[in-house]
């Protein structure tokens, strides 16, 4: 029977597998992870036990010498599935829904990329809602605006769970949602990002300037050392539902997506 401490260095293999699995490489020196290692006694932990670990799960060292093909094939439905049920960051305690994406999950022309998805009490957003009710409207009229249909988008958040107003991700749980992001972007290989707001575009664009600087211009972003998606910066939903002054920037943002993407004007 395996003893205490092997179930936990079991169970600290499998979290670490599966963080490795959604992109997660580094940790930030938090609190908690320092407060862990200074009362951790690791040779205390690590005990001759470990030889009752599985032999498969011995090879912590290995993971790394596994050819990424032949290890578990990164699939859209594998990503959503991970959503669904993910506990990466505190924020999965008070979500009240977890939404991946909706769209066309193959090759996309658009993906869209905006924060999060706050539900006030109350609120009775429709399954699936992204933005929220009256935003997703405000998406739908823009791709229609500049004759792209529903199914050549795909359109998401860079955290995916829906948490109530009083609830503000940090910057440890944008990262951690991050690499589900990213590796959606793998997988869908989008011809052209558009962020909307603050939080998806710094999430993409790494660069520390205002919204108001950052959009009307492409930049990159990097999927590989060969492969880079072109991102553009627009407004928010949200935030041109309150300043609706902002919309003529944000169809200016919209014509330089057309331009890319080629849109005929009548089609
Ligand atoms: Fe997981 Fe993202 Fe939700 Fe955090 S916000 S629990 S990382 S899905």
């Not at 929220?132 to 791709?143: H, N, T």
């Amino acid at each position: 029977m395996k003893s205490r401490k092997a179930e936990i260095l079991y169970s600290v293999y499998s979290l670490l597998q599966y963080h490795q699995g959604i992109g997660v490489t580094d940790y930030p020196l938090g609190g908690a992870v320092t407060s862990f290692l200074e009362a951790a006694d690791a040779t205390q932990l690590v005990g001759p036990d470990i030889r009752e670990i599985p032999q498969e799960s011995q090879n912590l060292q290995n993971i790394e010498d596994v050819p990424p093909t032949r290890r578990t094939s990164i699939t859209y439905e594998g990503i959503a599935g991970e959503v669904c049920s993910c506990t990466g960051c505190v924020l999965h305690a008070k979500r009240l829904s977890v939404v991946p994406g909706v769209g066309s999950t193959r090759h996309p022309k658009l993906l869209i990329v905006g924060g999060w998805l706050v539900e006030e009490q109350g609120d009775s957003l429709p399954e699936g809602s992204i933005f929220g009710g009256e935003e997703d409207g405000m998406v739908s009229r823009m791709l229609a605006a500049i004759h792209l249909s529903p199914e050549e988008a795909f359109i998401t958040n860079v955290v995916k769970c829906t948490i109530p107003g009083d609830c503000h991700p940090d910057h440890e749980n944008i990262n951690t949602c991050f690499s589900f992001l990213k590796q959606q972007i793998q997988v869908l290989k989008p011809e052209i990002i558009c962020t909307m707001g603050i939080v998806a575009a710094k999430a993409l664009v790494k660069n520390s300037q205002s919204l108001s600087q950052l959009r009307g211009k492409l930049y990159s972003f990097t999927l590989s050392e060969r492969e880079t998606i072109p991102v553009i910066p627009t407004y928010h939903p949200t935030f041109l539902l309150a300043n609706p002054e902002f919309k003529r920037a944000t169809w200016e943002d919209l014509q330089i997506i057309a331009k890319y993407l080629k849109l005929e004007k009548d089609k």
